[in-house]
């Protein structure tokens, strides 16, 4: 799976399940797009959910609320080995 446009998350929710009800959303309706061939870097405080957002990208975990596309194609809808098989990052 080749991205050519973007990776976009519209108004994702998320949190943990094993997170007791009262505690917050790791992320509550973020929306942000990386466009295809740059860099991008996630920067900030520990527990602000920067490992989450990349975690998501790669599919080990589901967004509550929202949605995680690749170029307009519901991230739902593709296949773990084409996208763990595209995807690089540097931590």
């Known amino acids: 799976m080749d991205v050519t446009d973007s990776i976009a998350f519209e108004n994702v929710t998320f949190k943990y399940l094993k997170m007791p009800k009262e505690s917050p959303n ?3 309706n973020c929306s942000f797009k990386i466009k295809a061939g740059t860099s991008t870097a996630i920067v900030g405080p520990s527990g602000s959910g920067k490992s989450t957002i990349v975690q ?3 599919h080990f975990y589901s967004c509550a609320e929202g949605k995680i596309t690749f170029d307009e194609h519901d991230l739902k809808e593709i296949s773990l080995k084409s996208l763990r098989k595209s995807i690089g990052y540097v931590s």
């Open 26 to 28: 790791v992320l509550e």
């Open 56 to 58: 998501m990208v790669n």
